[in-house]
C-alpha cells in the first residue's frame, strides 16, 4: 500500500484553552498569506486581518496580525487590512488553512503573542471595535 499524504504531528494541546467557545466561523475557512510570518507555527488565538475588495464586495487578501518584539501591532490595518476573526485552531505555515472564528470566546491568558498596553499595540478595547462577537476574557 502507497501512503500519498504525509502526515505531520502538530502540537495543538493548548488550542481548546485559547478558544474557550466558538460558536459561528467563516464558511470554507481562509488561505493565509504567510510571506512575512517568521514562525513554522500559526499559533491559534491569533488575529487574522483582511483587505477589503472594493470591486467584488468581501475581502481579497487574508493574513495575520503583525507582531513586534512577541506583541501584535495595530499597524496591522495601516495597509489597508483590519481585523475580521481569530484562528480556531493551530496550523503549520507551510500550510496556511485555518478556520477563522467570528463569534466565541478567547483566553487572552494564553495567547502565544499576547495583546500589548501601550499605544502601539494592540488592545482588547481596539479588538472589540472590530470583532463585536469575540469575547476576550483573562482566565
Known sequence: MVDLVKHEKITQEND??????????????VVLNVD?????IIPAGHIVVAKKDTTLGGYKEYKLARLEH????????????????IVK????????????MIRGSVNTN????????????????????????????DL
Open 89 to 100: 485552531a493551530t496550523a503549520l505555515k507551510k500550510k496556511p488553512f485555518v478556520s477563522v
Open 16 to 29: 481548546h484553552l485559547v478558544i474557550t467557545a466558538c460558536f459561528e466561523e467563516l464558511k470554507g475557512g
Open 110 to 137: 494564553l495567547l502565544k503573542y499576547k495583546l500589548g498596553g501601550d499605544a502601539n499595540h494592540l488592545r482588547v478595547t481596539e479588538l472589540v471595535s472590530y470583532l463585536p462577537f469575540i469575547h476576550f476574557q
Open 36 to 40: 512575512n510570518w517568521k514562525d513554522e
Open 70 to 85: 512577541d506583541n501584535l501591532i495595530s499597524s496591522a490595518n495601516g495597509e489597508g487590512f483590519t481585523p475580521i476573526g
